[in-house]
């Protein structure tokens, strides 16, 4: 019933990482909840519900707690009903997570033949007879991906994670999002092993325009927990794209890159888990003490909330992949599986990583101006509100959530060798050679990359020498004893205010310009003129919003097509009788002309011929005239 | 191990002198007397005397950014390719590294200009953030093509590659690497068609309207960092684009560097006396002309090396 292989117990190990500073974090935050009943009630069954799924060792098993997993999170998004906006995310997160699970349920009927308690490596042998693998894929990518939010399945994220309660945002942005890429790990590499080159090269597409789409749009984003959500898509991306390398590498039989690749994305996974839970709590006692989500009302908050701010920039400093911190870490190994496409034979994929590199690449400088732009509008300059006046550090049990979380990020990066072995234990379980005296073949100073002319990167020697440098610095400026001086903000000479300041929106002003085509922002811009002169006016408003154009597209237009068909079989079904005999008629005619077409001879004219005798006939006899 | 050190504290020390050479080329090339090229170290000096003022408004990011902009680039000064044959280097870190430090770099340098609450700051934060977001995929696939013909991607080891052995089969490959990395040596730098660094136009600036509340020990580590990272940019072009001369004696090997690191200063000054400053949302077409040669680059690489 249950399995407890190494990659089942590390992804254990990174919910339990995840979870236990979210706990402490959810009792300081618990006085601030209603019903403290529901919420803990549920909180708990989905810590408990995520641990089941990854120690499932049947199908019948990880259904249940696969479901139990979206339906606690689904109540916990409900926790505070006051907002509308609230009640339709949930909805809108519980179609999506049921849209998924009917995809893994259709995979498990097919691999399992129906016996639901077989083991995983039986089900290998079906799924090896099956005639269609490649079906079999794309349902465990649309139930997989859908829970874990990658393009074009991410939509309820920015709608579901900024709902719930923070520390639910918290677990289900670091925590539950990587139960779904264990599903990927666990069902690709135990039950459809060898596969095709096409399987790969689709991860890593769907990776490259995750992390792209996700930047894009956190970067448009002035709720700071739908900004968060966003990044989630962006670094599921990342951690998609050292999967899809993974899958090419190993379908081409470069073996030692391919687990290379794999580490970089298990690595990745636990990085983001880190930090993203990390920002979210963040996130989140900023919210308590502002009572707002609008990041343009913060400000200033780093003299009042200094632990906040500080472990707020840990993170940032990590999400944004700069060294030597564990998000760099991670995402050096990505780009280095990427450039070892060099050892690659096939021409025309060889050209075609470098776009996947541009995007990744892309994304980490896109990434850095999102997380300037949210610390810096958070928690830098004046007030901007009242409530960011009054705002003070949050209570003692919510700051030792963070500060613990806080620890697990700086122990992701000061240990990365060590777990770093257990990532190589995970591959030599799912049947690998050991890669990990590759990585580090020279002690634990060193990490290598395994590509024929890969680098070197040395994070705490990195570490040890900017800290050293900078405290040298600042010891020398203590020793000189500079005179300092406190005087009002320069600006030109005009006074500064909190209107004065740059807002969020200004921030991501010049990147939003250009990429107009992609976000076709919404603008309201009023101003109310003095008499009539454009060029004086008291007052003005100005507000741009983003609309996400995968929602459009693939959600809002599949809706209304849709409900067009609805209201033509509507149409349909309240005819006189007559009509249907006339219906009846057309249907044959259809059957019989297309049985003439498919089966005897093809030719243009006798198919335009037809065409042209069904519609009238449909249009005489059934549609009739227009009233 | 005594080279790498004075070498180290030589490029330090010059890095002023490559700033206000430029300034006195380009103020020469327009009829105008020019300043002295010592004029760097007095600034220095000037500001070093002065007390600090601190904003009102600033926080703690204040007191320690300024620190953390130029520690990044000081370490970076350590893992350059070696300026003499046989000298020590570092070989442990890669070129990914050398562009995560000038990140951070960048980033505690756009939080500092964010601190301050002042319009000018956020703007500049603003553009630097938009600018640099744009640098970032074209310096990697630079990075790339050139590790992939160095035959290392640490940027110490590829400089001796590329000076034992130049790939002259790759010499296409190789210009289209350069044509792009010197643009992205001119957009980080905030030279002219992106950046003009002599005005404090609010029209025009980039670099200078972060640091504008700026004085004293703070503004003159800012402008020492400012100096640096145009070191490390024309040193690593000088020693992945024009990788000879290593095999001399080390002074006459220090002085041909030298020498390279003056001829990139030439060129950067007269591109900025001929170049009028590029429109804020001009910049990323020139960017992008960037990126389109690191993918040539690559593409000819492949196509032609397989």
Same mark, same amino acid.
């Given at each position: 019933m249950f399995v407890f292989d190494t990659l089942s117990l590390v992804f254990v190990a990174l919910i339990l990482l995840g979870a236990v500073p979210n706990i402490f974090y959810s009792s300081g935050y618990?006085?601030?909840?209603? +019903?403290k009943a529901h919420y803990q009630l549920h909180y708990f069954a989905f810590i408990i519900s995520m641990l089941g799924v990854v120690v499932s060792a049947n199908a019948l098993v990880f259904l249940f707690f696969w479901e139990l997993m979206s339906l606690t999170s689904w109540q916990l998004i409900l926790t505070e009903t006051k907002e509308k906006a609230t009640i339709k995310a949930a909805r809108f997160y519980f179609i999506m997570t049921h849209f998924g699970f009917l995809f893994l349920l259709l995979f498990f009927l097919i691999v399992t033949d129906g016996d639901l308690e077989m083991s995983f490596a039986s089900m290998k042998l079906i799924a090896s007879h099956f005639a269609y693998p490649t079906l079999l894929f794309f349902f465990l990518v649309l139930g997989f991906l859908s829970k874990a939010g990658a393009v074009p399945l991410h939509v309820w994220l920015p709608y579901a994670h900024p709902q719930a309660p923070s520390p639910v945002s918290a677990l289900m942005s670091g925590v539950m999002l990587k139960v779904a890429i264990y599903g990927m790990f666990r069902f690709l590499f135990d039950v459809l092993y060898p596969w095709p080159l096409e399987w790969g090269i689709v991860i890593l597409t769907i990776g490259a325009l995750s992390s792209l789409v996700g930047v894009l749009y956190a970067l448009s984003e002035h709720d700071i927990k739908a900004l968060l959500a966003n990044h989630s898509i962006e670094n599921i991306g990342i951690i998609l794209i050292g999967f899809g390398m993974g899958m090419i590498f190993d379908t081409l039989g470069l073996h030692t890159l391919s687990t290379f690749a794999f580490i970089a994305a298990l690595f990745h996974t636990f990085n983001h888990m880190s930090f993203k839970s990390l920002l979210f709590m963040g996130a989140g006692s900023v919210l308590h003490q502002t009572h707002t989500k609008n990041m343009e009302k913060y400000g200033g908050l780093i003299k009042t909330m200094p632990i906040t701010a500080l472990t707020f920039l840990i993170a940032a400093v990590s999400i944004s992949a700069l060294p030597p911190s564990n998000g760099f870490l991670s995402e050096w190994m990505i780009f280095q599986s990427m450039l070892s496409s060099s050892h690659i034979d096939n021409i025309s994929l060889k050209l075609a990583i470098p776009f996947a590199i541009f995007a990744l690449a892309m994304t980490g400088g896109l990434a850095i101006a999102c997380f300037v732009k949210a610390y810096g509008i958070t928690?830098?300059?004046?007030? +901007? !509100?009242t409530n960011a006046k009054h705002a003070h550090e949050v209570n003692f049990l919510m700051k030792s959530g963070m500060i613990l979380m806080t620890f697990v990020v700086l122990s992701l990066m000061l240990f990365t060798p060590y777990y770093m072995e257990y990532f190589d234990k995970v591959f030599v379980g799912l049947g690998r050679a050991s890669i990990y005296a590759d990585i580090f073949p020279e002690g634990i100073w060193h990490m290598h990359s395994v590509g024929m002319n890969g680098g070197i990167v040395s994070p705490l020697i990195l570490l040890f020498s900017l800290v050293g440098v900078t405290a040298f610095m600042m010891f020398a400026y203590k020793v000189f004893g500079v005179k300092t001086r406190l005087h009002n !903000?320069?600006?030109?000479g005009y006074k500064t205010s909190q209107k004065t300041q740059y807002s969020a929106t200004g921030f991501a002003g010049p990147i939003r310009r250009f990429f107009t085509w992609l976000y076709k922002p919404d603008e309201h811009f009023e101003k109310q003129t003095i008499a009539g002169h454009e060029t004086k006016f008291d007052a003005s408003h100005y507000e741009v919003h983003v609309k996400p154009l995968f929602e459009k597209i693939f959600y809002i237009n599949v809706a209304k097509a849709v409900n067009y068909i609805s209201y033509w079989v509507y149409r349909l079904s309240h005819f006189e009788q007559t009509r249907y005999a006339a219906m009846i008629f057309n249907i044959m005619l259809v059957v019989l002309f297309s049985y003439r077409i498919f089966s005897h001879e093809f030719s243009w004219a006798t198919f335009v011929l037809e065409f042209f005798v069904m519609m009238i006939s449909v249009k005489i006899l059934i549609i009739g005239d227009k009233k | 191990m005594i080279i790498y050190i004075v070498s180290i504290i030589l490029l330090v020390l010059i890095s002023p002198l490559l700033l206000s050479y430029i300034k006195a080329t380009k103020m020469v090339l327009l009829f105008k007397r020019p300043i002295s090229i010592f004029q760097g170290y007095r600034n220095f000096s000037k500001l070093m005397h002065k007390e600090t003022i601190i904003s009102e408004e600033t926080s703690a990011i204040t007191k320690y950014a300024p620190f953390l902009v130029l520690a990044p680039l000081i370490v970076v000064m350590f893992f350059l390719p070696p300026l003499v044959h046989g000298s020590y280097y570092v070989?442990?870190?890669d070129a990914f590294t050398i562009t995560g430090l000038i990140s951070l770099s960048t980033f505690f340098l756009m939080l500092l200009g964010l601190d301050s609450a002042s319009a000018f700051g956020g703007m500049g934060s603003s553009r630097e953030a938009f600018i640099s977001a744009l640098v970032e995929p074209a310096m990697v696939l630079t990075i790339f093509s050139v590790s992939l013909m160095a035959g290392n991607l640490g940027v110490g080891q590829a400089g001796v590659n590329l000076a034992e052995h130049f790939p002259k089969e790759h010499m296409a490959s190789f210009l289209f690497a350069a044509i792009s990395f010197f643009i992205l040596l001119i957009a980080e730098n905030g030279r002219i068609p992106v950046d003009n660094p002599e005005t404090h136009l609010e029209l025009t600036m980039v670099h200078e309207a972060m640091i504008l509340d700026l004085t004293g020990v703070y503004l003159a580590i800012i402008e020492t960092a400012a100096s640096i990272k145009f070191v490390i940019f024309a040193s690593l072009f000088a020693s992945l684009f024009m990788p000879f001369g290593l095999e001399f004696a080390a002074p006459i090997a220090f002085l041909i560097f030298i020498a390279k690191l003056f001829l990139i200063a030439t060129v950067v000054a007269l591109l900025e006396v001929n170049t009028a400053k590029l429109r804020l949302f001009k910049i990323p077409n020139l960017l992008g002309l960037s990126i389109v040669f690191a993918f040539l680059s690559l593409i000819t690489f492949y196509v032609l090396g397989a």
């Open positions: 618990l006085p601030h909840i209603e +019903r928690f830098l300059g004046l007030h +901007r !509100s !903000s320069w600006a030109c | 070989s442990f870190v």
